[in-house]
RNA sequence: GGUCUCGUGGCCGAGUGGCUAGGCAGAGGUCUGCAAAACCUUGUACGGCGGUUCGAAUCCGCCCGAGACCUCCA
């Protein structure tokens, strides 16, 4: 079979065929958390995405090296918190030292994709491990002139640049209308341009974390660890760069302007951007005060949730959006997540004990071609979601014995299924209620209890049961194996 | 104000110049002691107005509406 990937590049804002610049290797960079908070329903979206995208090229033979970095300096916070480090803030409020706020932040977010099933990047780097690249790619820049210093802080210089490079290549913006909209801020009298962006920044008196460089005790600018990172370990020219939309501009395009000055060539083949995940319509971020941390999601204890929502649900719900479709959270939609998965596995169990007979109903083959065409059409995992269900009445349909599929097929409709569900969109088995041993042998106990009592016409007995569960909101599921139980939604 | 995106049936969400994804809900059915669960079947929607075309929801123009970025943000 043929696999011609498409993926979107917003470069160049359409579709292109995907061909690394050193195959069989693949570099693939995301932009990943600012570790000061707990993450949220938005930072799940790139983090699934983008892990489709791994488990993908990894599916079609690339040996990927994934990249995610760890932003744990140097993001500036506005107006009241001028020049305060994000970290630093936090770490005062909280009085802890800031790698200990980083390293809590880190693991929880550790905890939260590893729950989502986000299989662990190659290489997860942390901006203050990196100064030292940070600060060579910031004299680089100096040198080649591209760069002035104001009080000890170095600022790029991008009327200059725009001489020789377009700056706004990425987010097809045109310097002049950044200046035509320049409405001057308070503050920003150490720039000549108010689109020009910091490299190296001085450190006020109050801020902790702060390094040695030739300029001032400071650290780097807000774009440069993407920079530096990229290029230590996937090197100057890279396949992939990833992050969110709201990411474009300023963040990658100044990335592409650092990196072309300091390399002179722009870094990165594909550029992919997922969208945001809205709620109510409204993008969800930490600063509109709209986000909902994920740990909230998973126990239901956030105002908006109706109840507790899986990691599985939420992967289940992301995947079925297209990755550069916004996507709208809802209760309704949350749940008819829940149900569509919780009939997807259901299907996957059955799959398991399916007979063959003696010939097909089906065809197999196309199944599986459009699955991989919908994947080589820029991840389109809506589509193969769709294909899967499309699997799920052909498995439902075959064990209720009203259609057959030959050995041979069997077998290729469960490599498929498995493929695409497990290996592919990273889907999972998730244990219902019982791990705990005495429950379920408890539960056994009433269960037969329960089933003896049919069997003996005492409906009673067998009615009150299964009433007085119902009311530890426990659900008996009878079908023609036996009965089953699991917590009620 | 500038740049850009989107508007699909009750909800979520793919896609496409003619061959009408999928999920959830709803309706009907099978099963069941009754129910629940499970399974099967079922829906011709594409913001408005013009234009191009044999044919447009899909292309073009205008209008209306929503959103993103332009400042940290996944």
Known sequence: MENKLFVHNTLSRKKEEFKPVKPPYVGMYVCGPTVYGDAHLGHARPAVAFDLIYRYLMHLGYKVRYVRNITDVGHLEDDADEGEDKIAKKARIEKLEPMEVVQHYTNRYHQNMDALNVLRPSIE?????????????????????????????????????????????????????????????????????????????????????RWPSPWSDGFPGWHAECSAMGIKYLGEEFDIHGGGMDLLFPHHEAEIAQSTVAYGKSPVKYWLHNNMVTLEGK???????????????????????????????????????????????????????????????????????????????????????????????????????????????????????????????????????????????????????????????????????RQNARKNKDFATSDKIRDELARLNIVIKDSKEGSSWEFGG
């Open 125 to 209: 780097p942390h901006a203050s491990g990196h100064i030292i690249e940070q600060i060579e790619l910031v004299k680089k820049i100096r040198d080649k002139g591209m760069a002035y210093e104001t009080n000890g802080s170095l600022y790029f210089d991008i009327e200059k640049y725009n001489q020789d490079h377009r700056y706004g290549i990425l987010s097809g913006r045109k310097l002049e209308d950044l200046m035509s909209e320049t409405r001057s801020l308070e503050g920003q009298d150490e720039k000549k341009s108010s689109f020009d962006f910091a490299i190296w920044k001085k450190a006020q008196p109050e801020h902790i974390m």
């Open 283 to 449: 993008k969800m971020g930490k600063s509109l005060g709209n986000a909902i941390p994920l740990y909230e999601v998973f126990s239901g204890e956030h105002k908006l949730m109706e109840k507790a929502y899986s990691p599985m649900t939420i992967r289940f719900f992301i995947l079925m959006a297209h990755y550069r479709s916004t996507l709208d959270f809802s209760n309704e939609a949350l749940q008819a997540a829940e149900k569509g998965l919780k009939r997807l596995m259901q299907a996957m169990q059955t799959l398991e004990d399916l007979k063959a007979g003696e010939k097909s109903d089906f065809n197999i083959q196309e199944l599986e071609k459009n699955c991989y065409e919908a994947m080589n059409d820029d991840f389109n995992s809506p589509v193969v979601i769709s294909q899967l269900f499309e699997g799920v009445k052909i498995i439902n349909s075959v064990h209720d014995k009203k259609a057959s599929l030959t050995e041979e097929d069997l077998d290729l409709l469960q490599k498929v299924m498995r493929t695409f569900t497990f290996d592919i969109l990273g889907l999972q088995e998730e244990s219902k209620g019982g791990q705990d041993e005495l429950i379920d042998y408890l539960m056994q106990t009433l269960l037969d209890i």
